[in-house]
């Protein structure tokens, strides 16, 4: 079942209101991999206190991110970043 960018955009905020309630977090990651959807297949949510400071995709083939050290984009092709050289903003 492909989902709708509404309703992931839902799922993950879903998730990430459950790790403020369900979770004992003083901040720092909580990492999801419970989702397996349109191409990502891990979130990492960042706690501060009692707030989400940022939700992000950090796994799977839809998932693109910048490599300062490198100075390039990457992708994840299924097992390991490697170089993306598509990117057009």
Request: charged letters at 30%; a negative charge.
């Amino acid at each position: 079942m492909s989902l709708s960018n509404r309703e992931l955009r839902n799922e993950i905020k879903d998730l990430a209101f459950r790790t403020i309630r369900n979770e004992n977090h003083d901040g720092g990651d909580a990492v999801y991999d419970e989702i397996s959807r349109n191409g990502i297949e891990e979130v990492t949510i960042n706690v501060d206190g009692s707030k989400v400071d940022s939700v992000y995709p950090t796994r799977g083939t839809s998932v693109r991110r910048w490599n300062n050290d490198a100075g390039r984009w990457e992708k994840w092709d299924g097992s390991n970043w490697v170089e993306w050289n598509n990117y057009s903003p």
